[in-house]
């Protein structure tokens, strides 16, 4: 499975590789056509496989807060939020290589009450400061344990930001709501009174690693 994100990357793709190998075919210099060929596999076997989309099973739980994104956990810090929450907290952000899954799902149930995109600049993705510095989609669920926020990230490769939520979109644990294509990190912010399930350097899988729960 596909995800729908990924529909357009996918044809042009193919059909970059469907030149090369036509292109390969009445090429008679082996140094010209056995490259022509691999480079035409390597590039519709990464673009499918960027752009997966397996199913997956969240929590049957709803005092729990989920990764919003595969990955590993880059840096859990305590901040204070001036943007949705308006008080100290703790943010978990995760980075995703080009090799994980890349659709981004929803952390938890609730309704979305602030929304935000920012250009800004294109720093590493495990840059301390490209949350607040880099291009990003802010978005502020509030749900029956208190308000979550949590962001897309641009980094210095991935620049095409996508998600169809809107202000008012009632929205469900684990459901896919967009992506950052071709890397980069996803960050949730959730208040001090979460307990938090995960540490720096452990992986997760998006709509089904517990990063935070609540009592």
């Known amino acids: 499975m596909f995800t729908?994100?990924?529909y357009s990357t996918i044809g042009i793709a193919a059909i970059i590789s469907f030149i090369l190998l036509i292109v390969s075919i009445f090429t008679q210099n082996v140094y010209i056509k056995y490259p022509l060929i691999v480079v035409a596999i390597f590039i519709l076997v990464f673009t499918l496989n960027f752009f997966r989309d397996p199913d997956r099973t969240p929590p049957n739980a709803d005092n729990v807060i989920v990764s919003p994104a595969d990955g590993k956990v880059l840096i859990i810090k305590e901040v204070t939020d001036e943007r949705f929450l308006n008080?100290?907290?703790?943010?978990?952000?995760?980075?995703m290589s080009p090799l994980n899954v890349h659709v981004n799902r929803i952390p938890i149930a609730g309704k979305v009450d602030y929304l935000k995109y920012i250009k800004g600049e294109y720093l590493v993705a495990y840059h301390d400061k490209a949350d607040v510095r880099n291009e990003r989609s802010e978005f502020g669920i509030t749900s029956k344990y208190g308000k979550v926020l949590f962001t897309q990230v641009a980094g210095m490769v991935a620049r095409r930001i996508v998600y169809d939520l809107k202000l008012g979109d009632s929205v469900n644990m684990g459901e896919r709501f967009g992506m950052i294509k071709f890397g980069s990190r996803v960050d949730v912010v959730v208040p001090k009174k979460w307990n938090l399930k995960v540490?720096?350097?452990?992986?997760?899988?998006?709509?089904?690693?517990?990063?935070?729960?609540?009592?």
Do not use: H, M, P, R
Not at 87 to 95: H, R
Not at 199 to 215: P, R
């Open 199 to 215: 540490k720096v350097n452990d992986l997760t899988t998006a709509g089904e690693t517990i990063l935070f729960d609540i009592k």
């Open 87 to 95: 008080e100290k907290a703790w943010q978990v952000s995760i980075f």
């Open 4 to 6: 729908k994100y990924g």
